[in-house]
Antibody, heavy 118, light 110 residues
Framework: QITLKESGPTLVKPTQTLTLTCTFS??????????VGWIRQPPGKALEWLAL???????RYSPSLKSRLTITKDTSKNQVVLTMTNMDPVDTATYYC??????????WGQGTLVTVSS | QSVLTQPPSVSAAPGQKVTISCSGS????????VSWYQQLPGTAPKLLIY???KRPSGIPDRFSGSKSGTSATLGITGLQTGDEADYYC???????????FGGGTKLTVL
């Protein structure tokens, strides 16, 4: 079955760079049509899409955060990495990675809470 | 301010039916598939409906989706207390070249 799990720091300081890793199983990111996305959710607020990478290395970013985000994949390790630069307290959120095939985010990781504070 | 507009909250009694609306525009709902997600308290979102009206395996037929023009609707019949959750609609926005979500709707089963 498909599973995804996010990992990374729980606490980062303002201006630092956040690096999150999504480790997955049950599918391959070299399969046509498959992608992995990142979505975040500030405490008590709505979901916000961040980035998406596809099997062919096509990358899409949220227009409002594009300058701060980089998404990469390591197909051999079954991992997708998201980096976000210049972190700010407003970036405090639970960060999720999710599997995509076709259109919807059909499988989600459990999420990881990242707090930005000095 | 979300690109897709949902009511902040809806409520109904156990056994009743409820609908949740999601309003957008021609650049998103009007020309792209809509999906719906259920987020139970303290958990990750879960796909409920995709491609406007399809249910993934394991999702009961109490949940349904529809789309008309630039709006989509999630319907839930036979409400159960376990349906209390936040519900989000989502789609692609061709103008923004971005995935977008609604602001979420909190369902209370009275």
């Amino acid at each position: 079955q498909i599973t995804l799990k996010e990992s990374g720091p729980t606490l980062v300081k303002p201006t630092q760079t956040l690096t999150l890793t999504c480790t997955f199983s049950g599918f391959s990111l070299s399969t046509s049509g498959v992608g992995v996305g990142w979505i975040r959710q500030p405490p008590g607020k709505a979901l916000e899409w961040l980035a998406l990478i596809y099997w062919d290395d096509d990358k899409r970013y949220s227009p409002s955060l594009k300058s701060r985000l980089t998404i990469t994949k390591d197909t051999s390790k079954n991992q997708v990495v998201l980096t976000m630069t210049n972190m700010d307290p407003v970036d405090t959120a639970t960060y999720y990675c999710a599997h995509v095939y076709g259109d919807p985010f059909d499988y989600w990781g459990q999420g990881t809470l990242v707090t930005v504070s000095s | 301010q979300s690109v897709l507009t949902q009511p902040p909250s809806v409520s109904a009694a156990p056994g009743q039916k409820v609908t949740i609306s999601c309003s957008g525009s021609s650049s998103n709902i009007g020309n792209n598939y809509v999906s719906w997600y259920q987020q139970l308290p303290g958990t990750a979102p879960k796909l409920l409906i995709y491609d406007n009206n399809k249910r993934p395996s394991g999702i009961p037929d109490r949940f349904s989706g529809s789309k008309s023009g630039t709006s989509a609707t999630l319907g839930i019949t036979g409400l159960q207390t376990g349906d209390e959750a936040d519900y989000y609609c989502g789609t692609w926005d061709s103008s923004l070249s971005a995935r977008v979500f609604g602001g979420g709707t909190k369902l209370t089963v009275l």
